[in-house]
């Protein structure tokens, strides 16, 4: 068990750089958050379904595991929706910044979900990311817009993440994925039609846009969502978010070398970041010793 935790901690941190380079993909990709939503969650949808048909797994589950699978879908559409729309309002850094107080609102909602003791350093470590995003805010308030939708969808992919962390249990990641991007699809494609949106325009994309949402919808979506879903088998929700973390860290780095000075921020707008990332590495320090105790 504990080389599978290891593993499995070791493969989220390749995802997690992964989900940074998504943040790229939104930047490339010209088209607007909620269409650029409903492509990658088709693309993902399509690859996870011949997965499935391939391995021949089942696709029926119980009517209370279905309501959780759909909630989880329609949250997570909603997550992209608000961190694709933050880096169109703002850019990469600000919206990956901002996502990562994730952390926080984990540490308030796990114990409530789970109904356990609360520790206390998942509280410290969860202000402390927001430290580092009060001095964000503080040196880059032209980016509000920006920063609160950055916000909203880091609330929403912890409500996410502890969905993920019971549905883990007794179902396959695969399954959870599948229902999930196929819930978000249909939530979008209801709206767009609603609203006529699906005009001759809404399909005709530039190649790079192509491609770039192909990379999106395949490699960081089908397989990082899998993987991450399979590793809270290990792993719990808030080591989860309180890793995923590391995204900003990534998707910064990536972001200044292929905008440059788009994406320069004031010195202390890296100051912030480096104390979510100090943050996240006293996590797994505190969290190993734990386990060894016990």
């Not at 912890?158 to 883990?168: A, Q, R, T, W, Y």
């Not at 709206?191 to 960081?220: E, V």
Request: one cysteine or more.
């Amino acid at each position: 068990m504990p080389n599978a935790r290891l593993k499995s901690y070791l493969h989220l941190h390749f995802i997690v750089f992964i989900w940074g380079f998504t943040a790229i993909l939104g930047k490339l990709i010209t088209i607007e958050a909620l269409p650029l939503v409903w492509y990658r969650m088709l693309i993902a949808l399509i690859i996870i379904a011949v997965f499935m048909v391939v391995k021949k797994y089942k696709i029926k589950v119980p009517p209370k595991t279905l309501l959780m699978l759909l909630i989880a879908g329609v949250v997570l559409a909603l997550h992209w929706i608000t961190f694709f729309r933050s880096i169109k309002v703002s850019n990469v850094s600000i919206a990956l910044a901002a996502v990562s107080s994730g952390p926080f609102f984990t540490a308030l909602l796990e114990p409530l979900w789970y109904t356990r003791k609360i520790i206390w350093y998942e509280i410290v470590f969860g202000f402390l990311v927001v430290l580092g995003l009060y001095i964000i805010f503080n040196v880059e308030a032209q980016y509000l817009e920006g920063i609160v939708l950055g916000a909203v969808s880091a609330l929403l992919a912890s409500i996410f993440s502890l969905i993920n962390g019971k549905l883990i249990k007794s179902e396959r990641p695969s399954l959870i994925s599948f229902y999930e991007m196929g819930t978000g699809v249909l939530l979008i494609t209801l709206y767009l039609g609603f609203l006529n949106g699906f005009t001759p325009g809404f399909f005709q994309l530039s190649y790079n846009d192509w491609f770039f949402l192909f990379l999106l919808g395949s490699i960081c979506t089908a397989y990082a969502f899998i993987v991450s879903v399979k590793v809270m088998r290990y792993i719990s929700p808030y080591t989860v978010m309180l890793t995923t973390s590391l995204e900003p860290i990534y998707g910064i780095v990536l972001a200044l070398l292929l905008f440059g000075d788009t994406e320069r921020m004031n010195a202390l707008f890296y100051l912030g970041a480096l104390i979510i990332l100090a943050t996240v590495l006293a996590n797994g320090v505190l969290k190993n010793r734990r386990r060894i105790k016990k």
